[in-house]
C-alpha cells in the first residue's frame, strides 16, 4: 500500500514493487487544500497508475484515501486485507509542500503541512501495524527528506514535519523490533515530479529548488522518482535485518552535514 501513489515518486514505487512481484494499493485523491501552488493527485492519476501496475501484470488497487482523515485510512487498510489478502509492505509516502519565510507561513497552511505529512503517517502505520502484527510481517517505509535531516530557510514548517516522522518512524521500528516487522525512513533530495514541477518540463521553478540543487556535491539537476524507488525496494526487500535506519538519497549533499 503506498499513499500518495497517483503519481510522482509514489507512481514509481508502485511500478518498481509491482516489477518485483507486488500487488499494489495505490491510496491518493486527497481533499482540497488551500493555498498550495500545484495541484494535487486526481482520481485519473490514480487510474493511470494502477492502468500502469496492471500492464506489469500484477493488481492494483486504486482507492481515495485522504490520509488526514484516520477513517479514510483505516478504511483502506481493511479493504486491502479483505481485497489482497494481507497487508505486507506500507509506504507512507503522501506529503505536500509549501516554501516562504515561517513569518507568511498561515495556521492554515501549517496545519496542512502537519496534518498531511506528520498526522497522516501516524495515520497510516497506526492503522497498518496491527494487521502486520497478526502476520508477525511487515515493511515499512517512510518518506521524509533531506529537509528532514537539516535546516533549510523558507521550508521551516515542512522541514518540522520531516524531522518529526523520522522520530515516529524510529519510535515504531523498536515498538515492532521482535514482531518481523522493519520500520525505516528513505529522505531524498529534490526529485523532478510535480512537486516541485508542475508543468512537467525540464526548467527549474523557483529560487529554492534552484538553491538546493546547487547545494548537492553530485551535479545532477535533481532526483528521478525511480532513483527514490530503488532504495524503497532495497529496505522492503531487506530480509529484517535493517530497521530504524535513514537512507539519504541525497545527490551527495549528506556527506555535508551530521
Ligand atoms: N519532490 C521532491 O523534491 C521531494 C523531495 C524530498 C521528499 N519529497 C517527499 O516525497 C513524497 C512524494 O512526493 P512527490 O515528490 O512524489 O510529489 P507529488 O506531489 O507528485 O506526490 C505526492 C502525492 O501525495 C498526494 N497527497 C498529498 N496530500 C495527501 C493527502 N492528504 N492524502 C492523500 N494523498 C495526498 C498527492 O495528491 C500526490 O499525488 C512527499 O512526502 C514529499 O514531501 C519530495
Redesign the pocket.
Known amino acids: 500500500m503506498i ?2 501513489g ?5 507512481r514509481a514505487h508502485a511500478l518498481a514493487l509491482a516489477a518485483e512481484g507486488a500487488d499494489i494499493v495505490a ?4 481533499g482540497p ?1 488551500a493555498g498550495l501552488t ?1 495541484p ?2 486526481t482520481e485519473d ?1 490514480l487510474h493511470e497508475t494502477a492502468k500502469l501496475v496492471e500492464e506489469l501484470g500484477r493488481r492494483c488497487l486504486p482507492i481515495s ?4 482523515d484516520p477513517g479514510q485510512v483505516d478504511a483502506a487498510v481493511q479493504q486491502t486485507v479483505t481485497d489482497l489478502g494481507s497487508l505486507d509492505i506500507v509506504v507512507a ?5 509549501s516554501t516562504g519565510p515561517l513569518h507568511e507561513v498561515s495556521d492554515e497552511m501549517w496545519r496542512q503541512l502537519v ?3 506528520l498526522t ?1 503517517v501516524f495515520h497510516t502505520l497506526r492503522a497498518a501495524i496491527p494487521v502486520m502484527r497478526r502476520q508477525q510481517f511487515g515493511r515499512v517505509v517512510v ?5 528532514g535531516r537539516m535546516g533549510i530557510p523558507d521550508l521551516a514548517a ?1 522541514n518540522a514535519t ?1 524531522w518529526g516522522i523520522i522520530g515516529l518512524a524510529k519510535s515504531v521500528a523498536l515498538e515492532v523490533a521482535k514482531e518481523g516487522i522493519t520500520v525505516n525512513v528513505v ?10 514541477q508542475p508543468t512537467g518540463g525540464e526548467d527549474v521553478p523557483d529560487d529554492l529548488v534552484r538553491r538546493m540543487m546547487k547545494a548537492n556535491p553530485i551535479p545532477r539537476p ?1 532526483l528521478q ?1 525511480e532513483d527514490v524507488s530503488r532504495g524503497v525496494v532495497y529496505l522492503v526487500s531487506d530480509p529484517g535485518v535493517i530497521t530504524g535506519s535513514v537512507l539519504e538519497i541525497g545527490l551527495g549533499g549528506s556527506a555535508r552535514i551530521h
Open positions: 499513499t500518495g497517483a503519481r510522482g515518486q509514489g491510496a491518493d485523491a486527497p487544500m500545484y494535487l493527485g492519476d484515501v485522504d490520509v488526514r509516502n503522501a506529503g505536500i509542500v496534518d498531511t505529512n497522516g518518506t521524509s527528506s533531506m529537509g515542512y520531516k529522505c531524498p533530495t529534490t526529485t523532478q515530479t510535480p512537486m516541485v535533481w522518482p
